[in-house]
């Protein structure tokens, strides 16, 4: 059974850092790129970072680029987000999702599993 | 950014009834080897998203047949054909064909 469980989140104050991880069992996390989607409370969901199946390309929306960071360890099966700088617009309930690329004759790419979330709260 | 207009906000229906969810992008979806990349995902309450359509109109494994996804280049439409209690909550279309992606602002599926 495919398993992402989110940790690491909690209340820090504007400016400081915090890191999520998400960790991955039921599958083989090395073969699967990885992202990270947050929800502002009351809001929808918003996509904050993707990361290649070897951690060789990062993408990030262009709000936390030079203050957000994901990164893996396969060997660990284990994602992680790294966040500094952080503002009162960062906090959210973040969520990591696997992501599927898959080639038949047609080209399909969305993201099947998501782990319950983390809350992040941002306050001075 | 893409933007993806869902409609309607909010919708309420009886069990058993059909209902659609409309969401139309900003941009064509539709790249050039002819692939449509739309997904459709719910929230019930409480939970994390779950997916339960890619790429238009296949249906994720698990995902009931009452759930059916149709359109084309910009305008896209969620079916279910004849909604159940389990299926309240709130629905989003997700296009992953620009960067960044980007989410519909949601359509909140209530029960009567």
């Known amino acids: 059974e495919v398993q992402l469980v989110e940790s690491g989140g909690g209340l820090v104050q504007t400016g400081r850092s915090m890191k999520l991880s998400c960790a991955a069992s039921?599958?083989?996390?090395?073969?699967?790129?990885m992202a990270w989607v947050r929800q502002a409370p009351t809001k929808g969901l918003e996509w904050v970072a993707t990361?290649?199946?070897?951690?060789?390309?990062?993408y990030y929306r262009d709000s936390v680029k030079g203050r957000l960071t994901i990164s893996r360890d396969n060997a660990k099966s284990t994602l992680y987000l790294q966040m500094n700088s952080l503002r009162s617009e960062d906090t959210a309930t973040y969520y990591c999702?696997?992501?599927?690329?898959?080639?038949?004759?047609?080209?399909?790419?969305?993201?099947?599993?998501w782990g319950q979330g983390v809350m992040v709260t941002v306050s001075s | 950014d893409v933007v993806l207009t869902q409609t309607p906000p909010t919708l309420s229906a009886t069990i058993g009834q059909s209902v659609s969810i409309s969401c139309r992008s900003s941009?064509?979806?539709?790249?050039?080897?002819?692939?449509?990349?739309l997904n459709w995902l719910l929230q019930r309450p409480g939970q994390s998203p779950q997916l339960l359509i890619y790429?238009?109109?296949n249906l994720e494994s698990g995902v009931p047949n009452r759930f059916s996804g149709s359109g084309s280049e910009t305008d896209f439409t969620l079916k279910i054909s004849g909604v159940e209690a389990e299926d309240l909550g709130v629905y989003y279309c997700?296009?992953?064909?620009?960067?960044?992606?980007?989410f519909g602002s949601g359509t909140k599926l209530e029960i009567k």
């Open positions: 999702t696997r992501e599927v690329r898959r080639y038949t004759t047609d080209y399909y790419y969305y993201f099947d599993y």
């Open positions: 039921g599958f083989t996390f090395s073969n699967y790129g």
């Open positions: 990361i290649s199946y070897d951690g060789s390309s990062t």
């Open positions: 941009q064509s979806l539709l790249d050039s080897d002819g692939d449509t990349y």
């Open positions: 790429s238009v109109s």
């Open positions: 997700m296009q992953v064909i620009h960067a960044p992606l980007t």
